[in-house]
C-alpha cells in the first residue's frame, strides 16, 4: 500500500522534494508541446485502431455473503460500468461485493451507477440514487478520463473536493473508498510516447489526489501497486479483462477492510 505523500513544512528536504516534482510536471509539458503532432497523431491511431468495448450485461445491484447486511455504493467510469468484461457479475461492483462479503463474513448489498468516459464533473451530476444515504461504503472509480481529457491538475482536484463534499453531504456515515487512477503508462494500447506522457500524467494526478484525501477524513485512496500484466487485459488492451477483475477486487477487500478498521466509527 503507498502511503500518502506527507512533505513536512519548512525544511531542506521538503523543498528538495517540492522542487523535484514541480521540475518533473514541467519537464513532461515541454515535452508535450514539442512533440504534440506526433501525440496527436498517436491518439488519433489508437482511437481508430482500439476495438469498441460495451458495457457489461446484467443487473447493476444484487448481494452476496449472509449475515448482517453492509451496503456497498459504486459510482464512476467504464471499470464501474464493467467494460471489459461481459457480465456485471463479472465487473468490479459484485466481483468487490463477493469478496469483502468472504473477508467480513458480512452480506453485502452492492448497487453500482457508472458509464463508459465519466469525468469527475459528471460524477458531480449523477443523480444520487436513494440508496446512497444508506451507504456503508461509498467506492469511487474516476480520474483517468480527466487525465486524458487533458483536464488541468487545478481544476480536477477542485472537482474531486467538490464531489466528496457532495457525497458526504449525501451519505454522512459512509467510509469513501478512492480507486486508484490506473497505470496509463503500461497500457498496450497506447503507443510510445504517447504511453509515457499519459502515464506521466496520471501520475501528477495521482498526486494530486492523495495530497487532497490526505486532508479529509474517512475517505481512504486504493492505489494500483503493481504493474498491470499484459496477458490480462480486455481485447481492447485498455480495460481489465475478468481475471484482472477478479484479482483486483480481492486486493482492493483487504485494504478495505484494514484500513476501515482504523478509522474510528467504520468498522465494516
Not at 510536471?25 to 508541446?33: A, E
Not at 489508437?46 to 452476496?64: C, D, I, N, S, W
Not at 494526478?205 to 496477458?231: N, Q
Amino acid at each position: 500500500m503507498v502511503a500518502p505523500l506527507i512533505i513536512p513544512p519548512c525544511t531542506h528536504d521538503a523543498v528538495i522534494v517540492v522542487r523535484t516534482e514541480r521540475r518533473g510536471t514541467l519537464s513532461i509539458h515541454l515535452l508535450t508541446l514539442l512533440i504534440w503532432p506526433v501525440l496527436l497523431a498517436q491518439a488519433l491511431w489508437a482511437r481508430k485502431r482500439t476495438p469498441r468495448l460495451g458495457e457489461a450485461v446484467g443487473p447493476r445491484e444484487g448481494h452476496a455473503g449472509e449475515g448482517h447486511t453492509l451496503r456497498l455504493v459504486a459510482l464512476g467510469d467504464s471499470i464501474i460500468a464493467g467494460v471489459g468484461v461481459e457480465t456485471t457479475a463479472q465487473a468490479l461492483p459484485a466481483q468487490l461485493a463477493e469478496a469483502l462479503a468472504r473477508r467480513l463474513e458480512r452480506r453485502m448489498a452492492w448497487h453500482s451507477q457508472g458509464f463508459n468516459g465519466a469525468r469527475t464533473g459528471d460524477l458531480i451530476a449523477m443523480e444520487a440514487a436513494l440508496c446512497w444515504r444508506d451507504a456503508d461504503l461509498l467506492v469511487i472509480s474516476n480520474g483517468l478520463n480527466d487525465v486524458t481529457a487533458l483536464a488541468r491538475l487545478s481544476e480536477f482536484r477542485t472537482a474531486k473536493q467538490t464531489l466528496y463534499s457532495r457525497l458526504r453531504t449525501i451519505a454522512p456515515r459512509a467510509l469513501i473508498a478512492q480507486v486508484g487512477i490506473p497505470p496509463l503508462g503500461h497500457f498496450p494500447a497506447l503507443p510510445q510516447p504517447l504511453r509515457f506522457v499519459l502515464g506521466q500524467r496520471a501520475v501528477a494526478f495521482e498526486r494530486t489526489l492523495v495530497s487532497l484525501i490526505g486532508e479529509l477524513d474517512h475517505v481512504i485512496y486504493l492505489p494500483f501497486t503493481d504493474i498491470p500484466d499484459a496477458s490480462l487485459f480486455a481485447a481492447d488492451g485498455y480495460h481489465p479483462g475478468p481475471e484482472a477483475v477478479a484479482i483486483w477486487s480481492e486486493s482492493l477487500a483487504g485494504e478495505i477492510a484494514a484500513r476501515a478498521r482504523l478509522l474510528q466509527g467504520h468498522y465494516l
